[in-house]
Structure formats: structure tokens, C-alpha cells
């Protein structure tokens, strides 16, 4: 078994791309659930719709990569009206079905043979990241390790997604916190907190809530447009239900309705996901395993980590559900 | 509508194999046939490094084992049809041919359809080449298949009727599953992400009792669904009672299942693995027709037992005492209490009958489909859809709802639906359903405030 390897991977994805996909899509989310009270299960699809709208117009259309980047953006906001309509009046599991099945939908018809020649099927598309690997400054890339006891490491490409992603959340993390501090922001708290006193006010609630999809759907956007970035390839298989459970699960164990609670949740999910999926996986593998075969074979050693998140899950919104950060009070959970 | 598979199937091999499908391998590797000389090439061995592998196998229109077909001249050639030829070599007697290539990049591989055996035809669109995107930095198995599947012109009609038969016999199965999510709903208010699990619960204590202990299918099907009553009375009591005490909220509560439901499907591909399994009776079955609808006699059953558990089951929740105070409950938990019931007591007899009838949909799609660990997270979706279209919280709002998605999903390939993707049609008419009428088909207005 070697530490350096399990810290490695564990630190690698906590501060890789991996985890600014995540953080980028938890922002969305904290300003969906934890600001506004709106349960959306559907952020794979407004990543994806931002994925595959950049994609297409470089790909299949042979447009410019700006263009792309803004054919994206409009594809999420679009998305956003689009599910806000029918759903935002009604009640809030109403909203996590439709986005649900939205996001399926979107998932499906990107992937489906009949439109191969558009969403290039089940091997999505490829052949679009040119402009943005072009741009980076690194020659090579990073690794930091004390002997052989290895630290963290870096590609040469992901460094430079790193530093573009990062900036990114850093970014986003400034617009929600100025935004939410804003009369704007208490107007959407508000809402979380008692719908029917806001709208006793003369706020129109509606409308709140409508922007409050929309910016939060731009976050996603981003996020899928930093994944299939940061990876090269648009694969419409990577933006499943599973991954909005996982964001949401980030999103938690930083705590809701809280500016920094989405990074930091990102950081500590992929921290624990990648460390402890490398120390099974190093527990089980070599010749003479750790844990004995006819406990845990290798194929199962995955899986260990996905038992535990959703132990982990169900603990932490059972007995945690403000997260570190989060703020008991505030967190507005119960809907009906 | 009967589908023909034939002639042939080839497979191209990159550098590297990773996840197939099971069946994809076992087509790809067949049995080598230690035949008497009558095959005129020597073996083709596997280039070392990079190389394209093809082989040829007639599928014989999916009847008996398929043969590889030798002698067939293949080309491989560098970017385009007209491209530089990388290489050329006749199919041995295993039906391969093994070709090395530089490295990254496009590669056309070229069957000349003249050295095909008489009698042996490419089916389908019959394409004589195919185009492989070589990436040696990922894993790279490319499965194609010179269309094998021949599809006979089926009439307008027969598609509707077998769209029908299908689509009414996939929304009783929504139908049960839809019940128990939508009596567990009504009592507790709980949206459970978890009820996929329960439905894969079934076929797997199924498939565990038949396999495992080796009992006959109908036996083990029987305990699968006591075992998940039990399974379902245990959850209420260990999880979702202990919540409900502390005042846990229902959000909070919807994502407890969420994370309740990746534990159990991990659990599930931990314990029985990613593959997908049969029972040991009942797998493939012929049609008999009755009144001019084709079913087998498993699918007769499944449509019988669905049909009696589900009208059993409204009618009891109409008329006996237990249902009376399961629809109390359901209206008005703190009337209901103040009134004398013993509300938990009503809510655990919730849970073991909709465990049970969600059970029994595993149980009968175990027999209808094959058993994987992820079928039931598959149907969740469809079984919301369902739920949602005929009234959340209603009894007889579920069985239309279902039936209606049952039937959208298997007749949408008739009307234009891609049939790749034909649930998308079910789940677009669920947004449009409640853009018009969002209570569901059946639901009260006021239920969604």
C-alpha cells in the first residue's frame, strides 16, 4: 500500500478540474436550493444543453469558438424559461421532476443514433478545445512530491484549466456574494423562507424566482462548458442524474446558502471520493492484497466509495443538514 | 413485426479492450473450431502493438451458434477510401484478420463483398466499409456491425397492435411500482428517490432465491415479495419513522433518499455485480395468438397478476377499514391521530403494502426482462412520469397515468419518436401535462398549492 499514492489522487481531483466542475455547478445550485429555496435536479442538463451548445456550433457547424461559448450560455438561460414556466408556480417537488426528466431528456436525445450526425451519438463530440489549449501559457506540467512520497500532480493541460477554473469560481463567488447581500438577493431569501408573506409585499414572486433559475442555470453552463473543456470531449453519458446528486451532495457538505459552502464542499467531496477510492484500490490491488480477495475483488473495490457517499449523504442531511458552514436557521428545508 | 438477424457481424479490435458489453465479447471471441483442414488460410495472429482486428461472424439470423466466415479479403486504409493502403489480409478460419497500423488516426477498413462466400451476404444497408478513429491514449474497442439485422416490413396496423401489447404491458408494471410510490407518498408526503431500488429489490431477492437456492421461478417470486414487505416494513421503521419523529423536513427528506438510493444500488452492483443475468425458467418464449394479439404465456401472467393485484388492491383501499384509514392518514395526519388512529401503525402497513406491490413489479420484470442491478433506477423516471400525469397521491390516477406512459414510450417509435430514445416522448407529454393540467389527470387542485 502506498500513501503517497492515495494522497496523490485525493489532493489531485481536490484541487484539479474535477472538482471546479463541481464547485462551478454546486454555485449554481446554492443559488437554486440554498438561496431561493428551488429544488432543481436537472443541473446536468443545463451543463450539458451549455456542453453540447458549444460543441455543436464548433463542431458540426463550424462556427467560431466565441460563438460557441455564447450559443452555449443562451442554450442554458433558454433552458432555464423554458422549465421555469410550467413549474415555478407549483409546488417544489414539481420542479425536481420536470427538471429531472429534463435532464434526462436532453441526455437521451444527445446521445440517441438517429442524430449522430449532429451530437456525434454515444462518443459525443470531439475536436472543439483547439482555441482553448492554445492559449495556455504552461510548458509543462507540475508535480510535488517529498522523494517518492508524492504530493499532488498536475498535466500540463490541466494546470492550465486550473488556473482558468479557478478563476472562474472565484469569480462566480464574487458575483453570488454581491449579488445575495444586494436588496435583490434578500428579496430571493425571502421567498425561500415564506413565499406568501413576499408576495403579500407586492414582489412579484414569479419573477424572483425566474431569475434565480436563470443566473444559477448561466452557472451551470459554465460548469459544463469548463467540463467538456477541461476533458476535450462532449459526452453526453457524463452528464447523468448521478452527476447532479453528486453536485448536490458538494453543494451539502459545504452548506447551503452560503457564498464559499459550494467550493469548499467541492473540494472536501473529491478530496474524500478520489482519496478513498485510491485506498481501496490500493488495498485490493498487487499480489498479495490487503483485504483478501473473497472480500473484495478489485471491480468491487470502486464501489466502496459510492456505498459510503451515499451513507455519507444520508448522515449528513439527517443529523448536518446546514453542512460546515451552513447556518441551521437559515436553511430552509421543508416544503409543502 | 419479427426481427431477422443476418449474415454478418464484424468486429473491430483497437489496441486495447476495455468495458464491453458481455454479449459484444462473447461475439467477438468465438470458440475456435479445430476443424479438419478444409479451411484454405493459415491463422492470422494478433499484430503486436497497434493494430485493427477484425472478425467475421455469421449470426445466421440469430439462430445457433454464429460461424466465422474465412477467406474474406479485408483492406485497411489510411484517412479515406482513397488513402494510402496500410495493409491487407484474408479472414483465417476463425474469420480474422489482424492488421498492424502506425499509430493515431482515421482508418477505413474495406470488405471486397466479391470473396464473400456464396451464400453469406452483408444485410442491412450492406456498407463495405467502415471508418475507426484510432486514439491510443484511451481505451479503444470498436464493435461494428455490417448491418445485421434485417427488418421485415411490418404493416401499419400489426405496429400499432404490438406497440399496444407492449406499451400496455410495461405501464402495469409502471402501474404497480407507481402504486406503492404513490401510496407512500400520500400517507407520508415522502418523494422517494429510493422506490427505484425497491423495484430492483425484487428482481434481485428473485433472482437470489432462483439462482441461489434454486427454487422455481413462480416460488422465488412469491418469497421476493414477502421479502421486500419485510424489507419495506424494516426501512419505515429503522429510517423514515425515526425521521419523522425528529420533525425532519420532507426536502430534507427527499435528499436522505436520494443518498439512500446510491447505497442501495451500490450495494447491489457490489453484491451481484454489473452484469445482466437471467432466471432459469421462463427466458425466451414463443407467442401464441389470442383474439389476434401475439403473447407469450409469460407475458398472459404477468398481465393477469398485474391486472387482479392492482384492482385487488383499489378496491381494498376503497372499501376495508385499513384502506379508510390509509386515506385518513393520507388527508390529514393530525385529525386522523386526534381521532383515535395510531397513525404509525397505519403508515408502517403503507410501506409493507408498497414495498410489496413495487416488489412485485421487480419480480414480474425480473421474468418479463433479465435482472440488473441498475433496471429499477431505469424505470425510475417513468414510474414518477407515471405518478405525476394521473395526480400525485391518488390510487386510480397512478394506474392511468402509468398506463398512458406505457403506452407513450412503446407507441412513440410508430409516430416519428426515434426509438433509441423512446422515452423522451413519454416524458415530454409529462411536461406538457402539467404546463395544462398540473394536478395530473386525476389530482385535486388544491394538493399542489
Given at each position: ?53 458549444l ?160 443566473l ?55 478530496f ?8 481501496f ?20 473495490s ?19 443538514p ?15 | ?45 494478433i ?52 492488421i ?26 450492406g ?11 484511451s ?8 448491418g ?28 404497480l ?39 422455481p421461478?413462480?416460488v ?143 419480480v ?10 441498475q ?75
Amino acid at each position: 500500500m502506498d500513501f503517497g499514492t492515495i494522497l496523490d489522487a485525493a489532493l489531485s481531483s481536490a484541487l484539479g478540474p474535477q472538482a471546479i466542475v463541481f464547485a462551478l455547478a454546486a454555485i449554481g445550485l446554492n443559488v437554486h436550493f440554498g438561496y431561493t429555496g428551488l429544488l432543481n435536479f436537472g443541473q446536468a442538463g443545463f451543463m450539458s444543453i451549455a456542453a453540447f451548445g458549444l460543441a455543436v456550433t464548433v463542431v458540426t457547424w463550424d462556427l467560431p469558438f466565441l460563438v460557441g461559448i455564447l450559443v452555449g450560455m443562451v442554450g442554458a438561460v433558454l433552458l432555464a424559461l423554458v422549465l421555469g414556466v410550467p413549474t415555478l408556480r407549483l409546488r417544489a417537488d414539481y420542479l425536481a421532476i420536470v427538471t429531472i426528466a429534463t435532464s434526462e431528456i436532453l441526455r437521451l436525445v444527445f446521445g440517441a443514433v438517429e442524430f449522430k450526425d449532429t451530437f456525434g451519438g454515444s462518443n459525443g463530440l470531439t475536436g472543439f478545445v483547439r482555441p482553448y489549449q492554445n492559449l495556455n501559457p504552461y510548458s509543462d506540467g507540475f508535480s510535488l512530491h517529498i522523494g517518492s512520497f508524492g504530493i499532488v500532480s498536475f498535466s500540463k493541460n490541466d494546470l492550465w484549466s486550473i488556473t482558468v477554473g479557478w478563476l472562474l469560481v472565484a469569480l462566480s463567488c464574487l458575483v453570488v456574494w454581491a449579488l445575495m447581500r444586494s436588496p435583490w438577493g434578500r428579496v430571493l431569501k425571502s421567498i425561500r423562507e415564506d413565499e406568501d408573506a413576499v408576495r403579500s409585499l407586492g414582489k412579484n414572486v414569479f419573477a424572483y424566482k425566474m431569475q434565480a433559475l436563470v443566473l444559477g442555470g448561466v452557472f451551470g453552463g459554465i460548469a459544463g462548458i469548463f467540463h467538456i473543456l477541461k476533458q476535450g470531449s462532449a459526452v453526453p453519458t457524463d452528464f447523468n442524474t448521478t452527476f447532479t446528486f453528486y453536485a448536490y451532495a458538494a453543494l451539502l457538505i459545504g452548506g447551503a446558502a452560503r457564498v464559499l459552502g459550494p467550493v469548499v464542499g467541492s473540494i472536501i467531496f473529491w478530496f474524500l471520493i478520489s482519496g478513498i477510492g485510491s485506498f481501496f484500490s490500493e488495498a485490493t490491488g498487487g499480489s498479495d492484497p490487503v483485504i483478501p480477495d473473497w472480500i473484495m475483488t478489485q471491480t468491487q473495490s470502486s464501489l466502496v466509495r459510492l456505498i459510503l457517499l451515499g451513507l455519507g449523504l444520508m448522515l449528513l442531511m439527517i443529523f448536518r443538514p446546514q453542512g460546515i458552514f451552513g447556518d441551521r436557521r437559515e436553511i430552509a428545508i421543508d416544503g409543502r | 413485426m419479427r426481427l431477422r438477424l443476418a449474415a454478418l457481424l464484424a468486429v473491430v479490435m483497437g489496441m486495447l479492450i476495455l468495458l464491453t458489453p458481455g454479449t459484444a465479447i462473447a461475439q467477438a471471441t468465438p470458440t475456435p473450431t479445430p476443424s479438419a483442414g478444409a479451411v484454405p488460410t493459415a491463422d492470422n495472429p494478433i499484430v503486436e502493438g497497434a493494430n485493427i482486428t477484425v472478425t467475421l461472424l455469421d449470426l445466421k439470423g440469430g439462430e445457433g451458434k454464429p460461424e466465422p466466415v474465412p477467406g474474406v479479403s479485408l483492406t485497411v486504409l489510411k484517412d479515406s477510401k482513397t488513402g494510402a493502403e496500410v495493409g491487407s489480409q484474408t479472414t483465417d478460419s476463425k474469420g480474422r484478420v489482424s492488421i498492424g497500423i502506425e499509430g493515431n488516426g482515421t482508418y477505413v477498413v474495406e470488405l471486397d463483398p466479391d470473396t464473400l462466400p456464396s451464400g453469406v451476404k452483408l444485410s442491412g444497408g450492406g456498407e463495405t466499409t467502415k471508418t475507426v478513429e484510432v486514439k491510443l491514449a484511451s481505451s479503444n474497442f470498436v464493435q461494428f456491425q455490417i448491418g445485421a439485422v434485417v427488418v421485415e416490413k411490418a404493416s401499419f396496423g400489426s405496429k400499432v397492435v404490438d406497440g399496444t401489447r407492449s406499451g400496455i404491458i410495461s405501464g402495469l408494471l409502471i402501474a404497480l411500482a407507481a402504486l406503492g410510490l404513490s401510496l407512500i407518498f400520500g400517507t407520508t408526503g415522502l418523494t422517494n428517490f429510493g422506490h427505484g431500488e425497491l423495484i430492483t429489490f425484487g428482481a434481485i431477492a428473485t433472482y437470489i432465491f432462483n439462482r441461489g437456492v434454486g427454487l422455481p421461478v413462480i416460488v422465488a417470486g412469491i418469497l421476493a415479495v414477502v421479502a421486500a414487505a419485510v424489507f419495506g416494513f424494516l426501512q419505515d421503521r429503522i429510517l423514515w419513522r425515526p425521521l419523522r419523529n425528529r420533525g425532519t423536513g420532507l426536502i430534507a427528506m427527499m435528499i436522505v433518499s436520494i443518498g439512500f438510493a446510491l447505497l442501495l444500488r451500490s450495494v447491489y452492483q457490489y453484491g451481484f455485480g454489473g452484469s445482466t443475468r437471467t432466471l432459469s425458467e421462463y427466458v425466451v418464449q414463443g407467442r401464441d395468438s389470442y383474439l389476434g394479439v401475439d403473447l407469450s404465456h409469460k407475458e398472459v401472467a404477468i398481465v393477469l397478476v398485474s391486472v387482479i393485484t392492482i384492482t385487488v388492491t383499489c378496491i381494498a383501499l376503497m372499501r376495508t377499514r385499513l384502506g379508510k384509514a390509509m386515506r385518513a392518514v393520507s388527508d390529514n395526519p393530525a385529525l386522523s391521530a386526534s381521532s383515535g388512529m395510531r397513525v404509525d401503525g397505519v403508515i408502517s402497513a403503507v410501506w409493507i403494502l408498497g414495498t410489496a406491490l413495487t416488489g412485485l413489479a421487480g419480480v414480474l420484470l425480473a421474468v418479463q426482462q433479465q435482472v440488473n442491478f441498475q433496471m429499477g433506477f431505469n424505470l425510475l423516471l417513468l414510474v414518477f412520469a407515471g405518478v405525476t400525469l394521473g395526480g400525485l397521491g391518488t390510487i386510480w390516477g397512478a394506474l392511468i397515468g402509468s398506463l398512458i406512459i406505457g403506452l407513450m414510450v412503446e407507441l412513440g417509435p410508430v409516430f416519428g419518436v426515434p426509438a433509441s430514445i423512446k422515452e423522451v416522448g413519454a416524458l415530454v407529454v409529462l411536461i406538457l401535462i402539467l404546463l395544462v393540467r398540473p394536478q395530473g389527470i386525476l389530482g385535486k387542485a388544491q394538493r399542489i398549492g
